[in-house]
Nanobody, 128 residues
Framework: QVQLVESGGGSGQPGGSLRLSCEYSGSIYDFYALAWFRQAPEKEREGVSCISGTDGSTYYADSVRGRFTIYRDDNKNTVYLQMNNLNPEDTAVYYC?????????????????????WGQGTQVTVSS
């Protein structure tokens, strides 16, 4: 069983920064990828960013590219999402997800169906 636990959400101001963390544990696939998704009220879940557990390659949604950075610490089994230059449109519940590595998934790398395990979510609110 795989477990994912997010932390680091909270409130931020426009132009500010927050960092999310997700610690994962359990029977991880030999070749896996980690991702961050978000869901705002009355909107569909959106893929934000993902990273390969094999070679560290990354993908970003257009809406966050250049502002957000995903990275992982294998020693801590943790994936991070550094969010800079926040804006109110970033307000959402952010979810960490784990699935098979890029090229082994059933769908696009930032599609929810490509991931099998999910965290409980952490709220991020950006307002002045």
């Amino acid at each position: 069983q795989v477990q994912l636990v997010e932390s680091g959400g909270g409130s931020g101001q426009p132009g500010g920064s927050l960092r999310l963390s997700c610690e994962y544990s359990g029977s991880i696939y030999d070749f896996y990828a980690l991702a961050w998704f978000r869901q705002a009220p009355e909107k569909e879940r959106e893929g934000v960013s993902c990273i390969s557990g094999t070679d560290g390659s990354t993908y970003y949604a257009d809406s966050v590219r250049g502002r957000f950075t995903i990275y992982r610490d294998d020693n801590k089994n943790t994936v991070y999402l550094q969010m800079n230059n926040l804006n109110p449109e970033d307000t959402a519940v952010y979810y960490c997800a784990l699935g098979r590595d890029f090229g082994l998934q059933d769908g696009p790398v930032l599609a929810a169906r490509s991931y099998d395990y999910w965290g409980q979510g952490t709220q991020v609110t950006v307002s002045s």
